[in-house]
């Protein structure tokens, strides 16, 4: 895998060895980073289920402000860091959380983090993206302009609504999928 473009541009990065993972296609990822690329520069992105974290180091390549990285697997943890170390990025440019993405988001919550982009990508076909776009819509953690995105199975049931977030956009790569989740404008928040 190769950090598109940016600062870290035609960098390698590793794959996660021994552990069964999705990852996330070239061609997902062009297309991802080409839909959203005018709110990443300066953005505070978090990617859930970041795996190796090819995502989320495009993401910094690209301008983001820093990203926040969770993933609940030690080894994916461990090659995700030494994938930043690889690239040099700045250790002020990123967090590492190793947990679960539920338990991330109930932490992220109560230490009042928001973010501008959040990133889903969970394992496929056990109801996680569903219930993460849940528990992200439940909580504080995406900023008033949020953007959130869940890559998931074309035969998964993701929401169209979980107020306050609305689905705007879904794109289509051969069984996988792209959905988009803005907040619904003039929707209160506690």
Do not use: W
Not at 76 to 105: D, H, P, Q, W, Y
Request: glycine share 6%; proline share 3%; with cysteine.
């Amino acid at each position: 895998m190769r950090i598109i473009t940016g600062e870290y541009k035609g960098r390698r990065i590793d794959s996660v060895k021994g552990v069964d993972i999705r990852y996330t296609s070239d061609r997902v990822k062009e297309s991802l980073f080409s839909i959203i690329a005018s709110f990443i520069p300066d953005s505070r992105f978090a990617d859930f289920c970041s795996g190796s974290g090819n995502i989320g180091i495009e993401a910094i390549s690209r301008g983001a402000e820093s990203v926040t990285f969770v993933d609940i697997n030690p080894i994916c943890i461990r090659t995700l860091s030494e994938n930043l170390k690889k690239c040099g990025v700045n250790e002020s440019r990123f967090r590492i959380m190793k947990m679960s993405a539920s338990v991330a988001i109930g932490y992220l919550q109560r230490h009042d983090a928001q973010f501008d982009i959040i990133f889903l990508d969970p394992p496929y076909n056990i109801g996680l993206a569903e219930r993460l776009i849940i528990e992200i819509s439940k909580s504080n953690i995406f900023a008033d302009n949020g953007l959130i995105i869940a890559e998931h199975d074309i035969k998964e049931a993701v929401p169209l609504k979980s107020e306050p977030l609305e689905m705007t956009r879904q794109e289509r790569y051969g069984t996988t999928l792209l959905s988009f989740y803005k907040a619904v404008s003039n929707f209160f928040r506690e």
